[in-house]
């Protein structure tokens, strides 16, 4: 289904480390911004932000390496490696220390590449993503971290798999050409591969909680006070640990940005327009 011409995002794709990387991107404007698409989402999930973060940043949206409908490989799908193909993504788009936006799965990202690349980043908005050391997830997320392979979820109806998680979409109506994206993005074997990246936090988590306390970055935490599938103590669990940031808590469930988009903006544009500046001298 082709995405209407109404949408304020218009999608390109571009090779970045041999993959084939959709992006979209607005018009030059002072400052520059990365945002990372959720899962099981794409880089659509930004349409309700995407006008009013314009008219502050320079930006530039792409779905991740397996996500949305960039090409993935499976060497890439842990928070440690998706940092660093990130890092390959800010330098191919030339951008000079952007802010970075990553709910969900974007929250390990971003993280990974302020610890081992200092200053590369000029703040962090996140929310909403595993972090927690031990996991602190809900039990279908958990059944999918803990399963002892892939194989059960390569059988299944991705569609109906990708629907039936954004049912905790709780009050945004999702377009249709927004919801279809999102579906198509996951067909065939995509949705079983994507699985990787969450399966990958026994491991990688705790390697990450021992970075936290040395990444001076200065993180914007925005978490839905009722998450049920990533629960909101990752938010508190990060709060306590970073040494650097703001932590919001607001009326929402997981997809706090699609539910709560408004709050979301407010808060980005005023992280952008001087909070963490202000706060931590960055």
């Given at each position: ?9 218009k ?6 480390d041999?993959?084939?990387?959709r ?8 400052v ?14 930004f ?16 779905d ?10 499976t ?23 952007p ?15 302020a ?15 595993t ?7 809900g ?9 002892p ?8 109806d ?12 709780e ?12 579906l198509?993005?996951?067909e ?13 936090y026994?491991?990688?988590l ?24 990533v ?29 709560a ?22």
């Amino acid at each position: 289904m082709a995405i209407k011409s109404a949408s304020p995002i218009k999608t390109q794709t571009r090779k970045i480390d041999g993959l084939s990387i959709r992006y979209a991107e607005s018009a030059p404007r002072g400052v520059s911004a990365i945002l990372l698409s959720p899962w099981p989402e794409s880089l659509y999930t930004f349409e309700q932000m995407w006008s009013r973060l314009a008219e502050h940043a320079h930006l530039v949206a792409i779905d991740l390496p397996g996500f949305g409908h960039s090409e993935g490989r499976t060497d890439l799908f842990t928070p440690s490696a998706m940092g660093e193909f990130v890092v390959q993504v800010i330098n191919s788009f030339g951008l000079t220390r952007p802010h970075a936006v990553g709910p969900d799965i974007g929250t390990g990202t971003l993280l990974s590449v302020a610890a081992k690349h200092p200053g590369l980043l000029r703040g962090i908005v996140l929310g909403n993503g595993t972090a927690a050391v031990p996991i602190q997830i809900g039990s279908v997320l958990k059944d999918v971290v803990f399963a002892p392979s892939l194989d059960p979820f390569r059988n299944i109806d991705t569609r109906q798999a990708v629907n039936s998680v954004l049912q905790f979409v709780e009050r945004y109506r999702l377009p249709d050409h927004v919801r279809e994206d999102f579906l198509s993005s996951y067909e065939g074997d995509r949705f079983a591969e994507s699985l990787r990246f969450v399966r990958s936090y026994p491991t990688e988590l705790p390697i990450l909680a021992k970075l936290l306390p040395t990444i001076q970055t200065p993180v914007q935490i925005i978490t839905g006070d009722h998450d049920i599938g990533v629960l909101p103590v990752n938010g508190d669990y990060l709060h306590e640990r970073l040494p650097h940031n703001k932590f919001d808590k607001i009326d929402a469930g997981h997809f706090a940005w699609a539910d709560a988009a408004d709050k979301w903006v407010e808060l980005i544009i005023a992280w952008w327009e001087g909070g963490a500046e202000q706060l931590y001298g960055s």
